[in-house]
DNA sequence: GTAAAACTTGCTTGTTTCAAACAAGTATTT
DNA sequence: AAATACTTGTTTGAAACAAGCAAGTTTTAC
């Protein structure tokens, strides 16, 4: 039994005590990922963490992998969610710089969950197919989403319609996944990660020009 | 006793059983790495499929952290003299050009060690120090190449002296890492990983313009 | 309408299995 | 015979699962 609330005695529906021991080992398993690692974190210790019993993280999420899953998918899901919000309405490059700008709050906010999240995220490289395929998602809806704002930005006439949309896409999301990377080894440096934001919104101007002027790509074709 | 080898009673000297033993269990880590994960290599299967005990690969590396330290630390070795091969003498945008051509051919190759090598690497991002440091040296020392094939460059009047080296560097090794993640993550398109190396190499193209224009950092900024 | 019985679900505790880690032993080279 | 390569025994601890207990929820009886 999770310890405080000593007060009420009203009973609590079913669905409550689960949507509490889920946020409960959520959390712990954020912390304890950032402490140990994802391989160095034990169900027994989530469990015991957010306050219950040995069993109980094994039992809710069958086994590790699911534990992983869980957690990838709240926080990938509320990330998501917030990175919809900070692009809103824009689209081309704006909408591109909006994501840039807020993937950059995103992981010098300090948060743990946010490095939990991309420590899972990188560990998933393997051939695990559990933890893949749910991080495979969150990455192509990623890409999905800055090809729309792209494609609506040639509509629009702000972007030339001889860009590569696809291209471009992936060369962006690539791009934003190694300066994750770079944060991760090396978190102590914060200029750094903006100054790598900032490098990477000026590089999608070159790659997305106005209508008018020829693309980067064919300039470069000497 | 490792199989095979029937005929030669000749002992062989102590360094070269060691060698191939090494050699031996090298190559049946990568393997068991491809198929099974970082994670779920075992020690025991190690030693086995190397044709040795179950215990040897503990007693010969310690503990699995020092098991792939010796794994990264030799695929490591092996491709940084690949990549001084290919780059030679050469300088500024040409020795990174072919940098990023001995990359593509590095993971497009279809090399079991290659992909065991970027699994590791990959896995290293939690807060585990042992194989971090040696993938944080393996980092810095490319990083550090690329700054000097570009200070050689600006030296040579191949490259702008307005360029950020550092900067520019670190952007680069960035993008190397993030198109080997969509590399590992979706192996399948073999085209598409020849198509972000391009993608690279024309962006570099952009970031290290010749002394006489204005690098691309001053044309962007309006 | 309400109270007890029947059922479902949240959670805990026992038990098995298997790998990691290390100690102690055997075989091979020097 | 001394040292080194390698193997085997043993302990520890986590993962996985089964079985049980306790709390919540629905059904039935009056």
């Known amino acids: 039994m999770p310890a405080g609330q000593t007060a009420a005695q009203a009973p609590r529906s079913q669905a409550e005590r689960t949507a509490e021991s889920d946020a409960r080992m959520l959390a712990a ?5 950032c402490e140990k690692g994802a391989d160095g974190t034990t169900l027994k210790e989530v469990g015991e963490r957010a306050g219950y019993s040995r069993g109980l993280a094994g039992y809710r999420f069958g086994n590790k992998a699911g534990l992983y899953r ?3 998918r709240a926080i990938g899901e509320e990330w998501l969610a917030e990175l919809g919000r900070a692009v809103g309405r824009r689209v081309g490059l704006a909408a591109i710089h909006a994501a840039t700008d807020a993937h ?3 992981i010098s906010r300090g948060d743990l969950k946010t490095r939990a999240f991309y420590i899972l995220w990188f560990s998933s490289v393997g051939p695990e197919p559990a933890l893949k395929s749910v991080i495979a ?14 494609l609506k930005g040639i509509a629009n006439g702000e972007v030339s319609a001889e ?7 992936r060369h962006f999301c690539a791009a934003i996944i190694g300066i994750v990377y770079q944060w991760l080894v090396t978190p102590d440096d914060q200029s750094r990660i903006s100054a790598m934001h900032a490098d990477l919104k000026q590089q999608m101007g070159l ?12 300039q470069a074709d000497e």
């Open 29 to 33: 398993a954020v912390e304890l990922i």
């Open 70 to 72: 869980f957690v990838v």
């Open 163 to 169: 860009v590569d949309v696809t291209s471009v896409a």
């Open 207 to 218: 790659s997305l020009p106005p209508p008018g002027k020829a693309a980067a790509r064919e």
């Open 104 to 106: 950059a709050r995103f």
């Open 137 to 150: 998602h969150i990455h192509a809806r990623r890409q999905q989403d800055v090809e729309q704002w792209i």
